[in-house]
């Protein structure tokens, strides 16, 4: 059964950092390209990063480059994300994903990251 597991969100304030992680299960994690989505409220959901299933290359919105990166640890399962320079902006449901369970439209239930004084 597959199942993806984001933790690591909170209330962080502008400037602050915050390290997300996933955990998935149920599939060969190592074989796929894992990405970071995030979802801001009224906005729609919206591709932040991307890592080869090897780690090898990683992708960035703009909008994050060069204060966010991601990076995996193929032995543990686990995809990151970490945060730094966090800005107001920076507030959404952050939710991790891989190419084929995007396509089938499946989603873990997300972490809800809040950056606010």
């Known amino acids: 059964q597959v199942q993806l597991v984001e933790s690591g969100g909170g209330l962080v304030q502008p400037g602050g950092s915050l390290r997300l992680s996933c955990v998935a299960s149920?599939?060969?994690?190592?074989?796929?390209?894992m990405m970071w989505y995030r979802q801001a409220p009224g906005k729609e959901r919206e591709l932040a990063a991307a890592?080869?299933?090897?780690?090898?290359?990683?992708n960035y919105a703009d909008s994050i480059k060069g204060r966010f990166t991601i990076s995996r640890d193929n032995v543990k399962n686990t995809v990151y994300l970490q945060m730094n320079s966090l800005k107001h902006e920076d507030t959404a449901v952050y939710y991790c994903?891989?190419?084929?369970?995007?396509?089938?439209?499946?989603w873990g239930q997300g972490t809800q990251v809040t950056v606010s004084s």
């Open positions: 994903n891989a190419d084929f369970l995007v396509r089938i439209d499946y």
């Open positions: 149920g599939f060969t994690f190592s074989r796929y390209r």
């Open positions: 890592i080869s299933s090897t780690g090898g290359n990683t």
